[in-house]
C-alpha cells in the first residue's frame, strides 16, 4: 500500500478501503508521509466526500491515534457536550454548572480559539488565577468532590486529529462534512464520556452556512456517534448573529456570569435551558424536553447554578470574587461606539466579521503560539429584527489600542445590512437531530 495510491483513489471518487484509511492516518501520525501528500488528500475528501462507512473508519481510527480516556472511576451517566464553533458562544460556561447542579457528573474538555471562534478554556482563563489545564487524577478527584471539571483538552487525544487540523488550516479544507465529522467525533468518542449532546451552528457565524449543511453535518456525527455505540444528539443553532450579547474573552465570562445571574438575552437563554434539558434527558434525570427546560431554568432563577460556577471557579484556583464584582475581570482602555449611518431594520448581520475583529483587537490567535488580549472584544447592541434610528449605536468596540479599535470601526459597521421592511427576530434553536 502506499499514499500516492490512495491519493489516486479518492481523486477519482472510489472509497477507500479501511486498511487504506488506517494506513494514511498511522503513517501520517508516525511522520511517514508528508505534508503535501496529505493537503492533497485532504483536498481530494473536501471535493469528493466521503461514505459514511469511510467516515466511520476515519473517525475511529483518528480516536485510537492517542489516549482513550477511562471516566469509569466516576459514578453515574457522563454527558459530554460539544460545539462546533460560534461567535459569542458562551453556553458551556453556563449550561455545564447547571448540569452539575442537578448532580449529573459533568467534564468538559474544551479547546482554544484559533481563527475567528473563542474557545471556553480562554475564557476561563481571563478569571485570575483559573488554572485550565488540569491533570486526569485532578480532574476525577474535582469531579467526585464538587460534581464538574472544566478543563482543556488533554494534550494526548486523537493525535492525528491534531497534526491534520493544523494542515487543514492552511490548505483551505477545514469546512467539510467528512473532516470536521470525523475531527470531532474522535475526540469526543476518545474523551471517554458515555453520551453525547452537539451543539452543531448554523449560519454566517459558523462553519456550516446553511441549514441543509448544518442538518448534514449533525445527521453524520448522530450516526457516528451511534455506531461508536455513545447516544448522540445534535442540536442545531442559529449563528447568523453572535450568541448573546458580548464577544471577546473576559467579557463572554461576565456575561455568563451574567447569565447564571438571570440576567440574559432571550436567544442565549434559550439555547442554554434546550441544551441543558437534552443533557439531563440523556443523563436519565428529569422528564420531558419542555419540563426539563423549565427546571433549568428554575436552577437559574434559584441561583443553584451561579453557586456551582462559583464553586467551580474555586476549586480551580480562580478568584470567586469576580462573580460578586465583575469588573475584577481585566477590562479594556477604550470603548468605541459604532454608530448607524443609516435607519431602517436589521436584516443581516456578518457574524464572521464580529469574531475577526475580535482577533484584530488581540483577543484571539492567528497562530497557536499567539498570546492573547482578554479584555477586548465587542458588545452587539442591535440584532437582527431590531429597529436602527440614524446615530444610534450598533455596537462598542472595546480596545486597549485605541488605533486598533478604531481601525475595526468601519469594518463593523458594513457588517450590517439594513431594510426598510420589518425583520422578523430569529429562532435561537432551528432543529434537532436525533436517533438517526
Ligand atoms: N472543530 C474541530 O474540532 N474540528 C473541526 O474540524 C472543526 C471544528
Given at each position: 500500500?502506499?499514499?500516492?495510491?490512495?491519493?489516486?483513489?479518492?481523486?477519482?471518487?472510489?472509497?477507500?478501503?479501511?486498511?487504506?484509511?488506517?494506513?494514511?492516518?498511522?503513517?501520517?501520525?508516525?511522520?511517514?508521509?508528508?505534508?503535501?501528500?496529505?493537503?492533497?488528500?485532504?483536498?481530494?475528501?473536501?471535493?469528493?466526500?466521503?461514505?459514511?462507512?469511510?467516515?466511520?473508519?476515519?473517525?475511529?481510527?483518528?480516536?485510537?491515534?492517542?489516549?482513550?480516556?477511562?471516566?469509569?472511576?466516576?459514578?453515574?451517566?457522563?454527558?459530554?457536550?460539544?460545539?462546533?464553533?460560534?461567535?459569542?458562544?458562551?453556553?458551556?460556561?453556563?449550561?455545564?454548572?447547571?448540569?452539575?447542579?442537578?448532580?449529573?457528573?459533568?467534564?468538559?474538555?474544551?479547546?482554544?480559539?484559533?481563527?475567528?471562534?473563542?474557545?471556553?478554556?480562554?475564557?476561563?482563563?481571563?478569571?485570575?488565577?483559573?488554572?485550565?489545564?488540569?491533570?486526569?487524577?485532578?480532574?476525577?478527584?474535582?469531579?467526585?468532590?464538587?460534581?464538574?471539571?472544566?478543563?482543556?483538552?488533554?494534550?494526548?487525544?486523537?493525535?492525528?486529529?491534531?497534526?491534520?487540523?493544523?494542515?487543514?488550516?492552511?490548505?483551505?479544507?477545514?469546512?467539510?462534512?467528512?473532516?470536521?465529522?470525523?475531527?470531532?467525533?474522535?475526540?469526543?468518542?476518545?474523551?471517554?464520556?458515555?453520551?453525547?449532546?452537539?451543539?452543531?451552528?448554523?449560519?454566517?457565524?459558523?462553519?456550516?452556512?446553511?441549514?441543509?449543511?448544518?442538518?448534514?453535518?449533525?445527521?453524520?456525527?448522530?450516526?457516528?456517534?451511534?455506531?461508536?455505540?455513545?447516544?448522540?444528539?445534535?442540536?442545531?443553532?442559529?449563528?447568523?448573529?453572535?450568541?448573546?450579547?458580548?464577544?471577546?474573552?473576559?467579557?463572554?465570562?461576565?456575561?455568563?456570569?451574567?447569565?447564571?445571574?438571570?440576567?440574559?438575552?432571550?436567544?442565549?437563554?434559550?439555547?442554554?435551558?434546550?441544551?441543558?434539558?437534552?443533557?439531563?434527558?440523556?443523563?436519565?434525570?428529569?422528564?420531558?424536553?419542555?419540563?426539563?427546560?423549565?427546571?433549568?431554568?428554575?436552577?437559574?432563577?434559584?441561583?443553584?447554578?451561579?453557586?456551582?460556577?462559583?464553586?467551580?471557579?474555586?476549586?480551580?484556583?480562580?478568584?470567586?470574587?469576580?462573580?460578586?464584582?465583575?469588573?475584577?475581570?481585566?477590562?479594556?482602555?477604550?470603548?468605541?461606539?459604532?454608530?448607524?449611518?443609516?435607519?431602517?431594520?436589521?436584516?443581516?448581520?456578518?457574524?464572521?466579521?464580529?469574531?475577526?475583529?475580535?482577533?484584530?483587537?488581540?483577543?484571539g490567535r492567528m497562530k497557536k503560539e499567539d498570546v492573547i488580549d482578554y479584555a477586548v472584544g465587542i458588545e452587539v447592541l442591535k440584532k437582527i429584527g431590531d429597529k436602527v434610528e440614524t446615530g444610534d449605536t450598533l455596537m462598542y468596540i472595546y480596545a486597549n489600542s485605541e488605533e486598533k479599535g478604531k481601525e475595526q470601526v468601519e469594518f463593523l459597521r458594513k457588517s450590517y445590512e439594513l431594510t426598510y421592511e420589518p425583520v422578523k427576530k430569529l429562532k435561537a434553536i432551528l432543529d434537532v437531530v436525533e436517533g438517526v
Open positions: 500500500m502506499n499514499i500516492s495510491e490512495i491519493i489516486r483513489t479518492k481523486r477519482d471518487c472510489k472509497e477507500l478501503t479501511t486498511e487504506q484509511i488506517e494506513y494514511f492516518i498511522k503513517e501520517y501520525a508516525y511522520g511517514n508521509i508528508p505534508d503535501y501528500q496529505v493537503s492533497s488528500l485532504l483536498m481530494a475528501i473536501y471535493l469528493n466526500g466521503m461514505s459514511e462507512r469511510e467516515i466511520l473508519d476515519l473517525t475511529i481510527t483518528m480516536s485510537k491515534s492517542g489516549e482513550i480516556l477511562d471516566l469509569s472511576d466516576i459514578p453515574g451517566i457522563k454527558v459530554d457536550k460539544h460545539s462546533t464553533g460560534g461567535i459569542g458562544d458562551k453556553v458551556t460556561m453556563v449550561v455545564m454548572p447547571l448540569v452539575a447542579s442537578f448532580g449529573v457528573p459533568v467534564i468538559k474538555m474544551s479547546g482554544r480559539g484559533l481563527g475567528y471562534t473563542q474557545g471556553t478554556a480562554d475564557k476561563l482563563e481571563a478569571i485570575p488565577n483559573f488554572k485550565v489545564n488540569l491533570e486526569m487524577d485532578e480532574m476525577i478527584r474535582n469531579v467526585k468532590r464538587i460534581g464538574i471539571a472544566l478543563m482543556t483538552q488533554s494534550e494526548n487525544i486523537a493525535l492525528a486529529d491534531k497534526k491534520l487540523y493544523a494542515l487543514r488550516d492552511v490548505t483551505q479544507t477545514v469546512e467539510s462534512i467528512p473532516l470536521i465529522a470525523s475531527s470531532i467525533m474522535s475526540k469526543k468518542i476518545a474523551s471517554g464520556a458515555d453520551k453525547i449532546l452537539l451543539e452543531v451552528t448554523c449560519g454566517s457565524g459558523a462553519f456550516m452556512e446553511d441549514e441543509f449543511r448544518a442538518r448534514t453535518l449533525a445527521e453524520t456525527m448522530v450516526k457516528i456517534g451511534n455506531m461508536a455505540g455513545k447516544e448522540t444528539i445534535g442540536v442545531i443553532t442559529n449563528m447568523n448573529q453572535p450568541l448573546g450579547r458580548f464577544c471577546g474573552n473576559a467579557l463572554e465570562t461576565m456575561e455568563a456570569i451574567n447569565i447564571l445571574k438571570g440576567q440574559g438575552d432571550y436567544d442565549v437563554v434559550e439555547v442554554c435551558c434546550v441544551l441543558g434539558a437534552y443533557m439531563l434527558k440523556m443523563a436519565g434525570v428529569g422528564g420531558s424536553i419542555v419540563e426539563n427546560m423549565k427546571v433549568v431554568q428554575e436552577k437559574i432563577d434559584s441561583g443553584e447554578g451561579l453557586a456551582k460556577f462559583e464553586e467551580l471557579v474555586q476549586r480551580q484556583w480562580g478568584d470567586t470574587r469576580v462573580i460578586k464584582e465583575p469588573e475584577r475581570l481585566v477590562t479594556a482602555k477604550y470603548k468605541i461606539p459604532v454608530v448607524a449611518e443609516e435607519s431602517g431594520f436589521v436584516e443581516k448581520i456578518e457574524a464572521k466579521n464580529i469574531g475577526q475583529a475580535v482577533v484584530n483587537l488581540g483577543g
